[in-house]
């Protein structure tokens, strides 16, 4: 480009009367200070890793927080869902799974995490998260067809309830004891896209989920004590490999390194 051409340009800009040159899209990786970094061996694995990590700033590094430990996944593996950042910007190729309701497959991507809830009537000491308590009437819609589909409601609040399937969150053993729930497949939602996806207590090791993450008790507190609103922690869930091919398709430095 001359130099006159370009001076032009740079005047008609400053004057307003031209839209500015795009600047570098901002987006969720830029926000958060808190990272939960889950993978596995595959597509198909149920047992996987859990790394925490945390920074400072947006351009600081990010520095591991304790140590890595044992999770579940979906019991049959995982598959790309719907997510904070677009499957084809993390490398998502033409074969690889794509995540439905009722397939047994927890979701692969970047995503927000929302409210905890628990058996107990208050979370635990030194949380920071906001808290959903489980009562009886407290549901979660995996209906496809009904407005409130992937929302955990209470069902006496809800005037004329239209769904014909729901998972109750009030259970008689200790799986939903502490869990937070993970923004998959929630702006937009969906139809029939996958719902009602959680961090939550696992049955054992090896044990997958019906497409949750699961983990020991010990842990998933941990995590919720850990987990601060004011530092936008986001869950980022893949095959390792997949994992490595996103880290180095984004711009610097903006997933942190696993070990």
């Known amino acids: 480009m001359s130099s006159w051409l370009r001076f032009s340009l740079l005047a008609i800009c400053a004057a307003g009367l031209f839209p500015a040159f795009p600047a570098q899209a901002h987006d969720a990786l830029d926000d958060t200070r808190q990272m939960v970094v889950v993978t596995t061996a595959d597509w198909n694995s149920v047992s996987g890793t859990l790394h925490r990590f945390e920074r400072s700033g947006p351009h600081d590094t990010w520095m591991a927080v304790g140590q890595p430990f044992p999770i579940v996944v979906g019991k049959a593996g995982l598959a790309w869902g719907s997510g904070l950042i677009s499957n084809e910007r993390l490398g998502a190729g033409a074969g690889d799974p794509i995540k439905r309701e009722g397939d047994s497959k927890a979701p692969a991507g970047v995503f927000s995490l929302g409210k905890a809830f628990g058996y107990e009537p208050q979370l635990l000491a030194g ?9 009886p009437s407290v549901e979660c819609v995996d209906d496809a067809a009904s407005q409130h589909y992937n929302r955990i409601v209470d069902r006496q609040h809800i005037n ?38 959680f961090l939550h207590v696992w049955r054992g090791a090896g044990q997958g989920t019906v497409g949750c993450t699961a983990m020991p008790k010990g842990d998933v507190e941990q995590l919720i004590v850990w987990f601060d609103p004011a530092k936008s922690p986001l869950l980022v869930q893949m095959p390792r490999d997949q994992y490595i091919k996103a880290r180095q398709r984004l711009e610097g430095a903006r997933l942190p390194a696993i070990h």
């Open 127 to 135: 949380s920071r998260m906001s808290y959903v308590q489980l009562t």
């Open 160 to 197: 004329a309830p239209d769904w014909n399937s729901s998972e109750h969150m009030l259970r008689h053993d200790e799986l939903y004891h502490w869990g937070v729930y993970v923004d998959h497949n929630t702006n937009p939602t969906r139809p029939a896209g996958g719902s009602c996806i």
